[in-house]
């Protein structure tokens, strides 16, 4: 499955670790417990720092980690939605 095809124009950011979590969750079921690991890693980082990842931000992550973005696409997509 390809998250790239999934990635949302633009969702409500989270307000807090656990609303990213169940964000992530949902998707739990199409990720290889490594993926899933490594999205969650990211959230908490981000949650140290009071940065919650929305649903965009999640799934942009996905992608980019499974190779489907490159990093510059994802910057491309960040800023042409802002």
Request: charged letters at 25%.
């Amino acid at each position: 499955m390809s998250f790239r095809d999934k990635i949302p124009f633009a969702t409500a950011q989270s307000s807090s670790r656990e609303e990213s979590i169940a964000i992530l969750d949902r998707y739990r079921d199409d990720l290889s417990a490594e993926e899933y690991g490594w999205i969650y890693s990211s959230i908490a980082t981000h949650a140290i720092e009071g940065m919650y990842l929305g649903e965009r931000e999640v799934v942009l992550g996905i992608a980019q980690l499974r190779g489907e973005l490159s990093m510059d696409e994802v910057f491309e997509i960040v800023v042409s939605a802002a």
